[in-house]
């Protein structure tokens, strides 16, 4: 049996100061673990940091901000956060929202809980575009939020040559209304759309 999720986006859509306060703590938490594995117990070296740093802090309020990046093991995305500025870490407006499969994520209240206070937002797999997920996403980021998607659509531990999910990229598409740019972006990378 699956677990129902049908509660997590409009709790996500309409966060009481209790929930806020808990997804800081959440995000703070992840954040700092994360920088310890990366910074403390290894040897990282993250190229281009002041790009990044200068978007979150520098970019006008409304401008939306997507971030795209491989998605080759279960640490990518809390592993961005270990790079971040502490500073980032703490402002929960600052940090990205982020898809998460559903059926991984939030196969439990617990799981639900911990991930719709790390701003993940449940995506199901197969339901194409047009579901609350993404929809949730184009919200934020008409409000000029930072939303982080992974266009393989699932762990890619062999890092094999998989095509993109479109959908990753409806998000740029509905907010921007400007697909030639988006579309020829992928061609000149050579990817494919699922």
């Known amino acids: 049996m699956t677990y129902n999720i049908d509660w997590i986006i409009p709790k996500l859509r309409s966060p009481t100061s209790l929930w806020k306060i808990a997804s800081t703590l959440t995000v703070v938490a992840v954040g700092l673990f994360s920088k310890i594995l990366i910074h403390l117990l290894n040897r990282t070296k993250v190229h281009n940091k002041n790009i990044i740093n200068n978007v979150l802090e520098n970019r006008p309020k409304q401008v939306p901000l997507i971030t795209v990046s491989n998605h080759h093991s279960c640490f990518d995305d809390p592993g961005i956060w270990g790079t971040l500025r502490l500073k980032h870490l703490l402002n929960s407006r ?19 809980y911990f991930f719709s206070l790390g701003k993940c937002i449940p995506v ?6 047009y ?24 762990v890619n531990m062999t890092k094999e040559n998989m095509r993109l999910k479109w959908g990753c990229w409806q ?24």
Not at 124 to 129: D, P, Q, T, Y
Not at 135 to 151: M, N, R, T, Y
């Open 94 to 112: 600052v940090m990205r929202w982020s898809l998460a499969a559903h059926d991984i994520c939030y196969t439990c209240a617990q799981h639900a």
């Open 124 to 129: 199901i797999r197969g339901n194409g575009v």
């Open 131 to 154: 579901q609350d997920a993404v929809d949730f996403c184009i919200e934020q980021l008409a409000k000029g939020s930072w939303v982080h998607v992974f266009p393989e659509g699932k």
């Open 171 to 194: 998000n740029g598409l509905r907010i921007t209304h400007n697909a030639d740019n988006s579309t020829d972006m992928a061609h000149r990378h050579g990817r494919s759309f699922a």
